[in-house]
């Protein structure tokens, strides 16, 4: 950060600990997911503990239905961190992260 903005290197709001301390902690902490296969996206809402699955719309890589299944179970492997985009009726896929 210093070597980007050797300058101005004070921040309105401190980026807080990006220390990870377990395995799991980041999904704690984030609310996409995509699956392994790229065929579901996942969403979880942390207030309420639920899980909305989106699938993958055909013939495209990063646009999925809006339309949901909503579980109360997780996902139970091969989640990687998402940055999703909503927009026409379709959910972007617009980053992820393994």
Do not use: C
């Amino acid at each position: 950060m210093e070597f980007l903005f050797p300058h101005n290197l004070q921040l309105r709001e401190p980026l807080g600990n990006w220390i990870i301390a377990s395995d799991t902690e980041w999904i704690d902490n984030w609310d996409w997911f995509l699956s392994g296969t790229s065929e579901f996206l996942y969403f979880r809402r942390l207030n309420l503990r639920t899980w909305h699955r989106f699938l993958r719309q055909p013939n495209t890589h990063q646009g999925y239905h809006e339309d949901l299944l909503e579980t109360q179970a997780p996902p139970i492997r091969d989640l990687r961190k998402a940055t999703v985009w909503p927009r026409n009726g379709r959910i972007h896929l617009l980053s992820y992260s393994p």
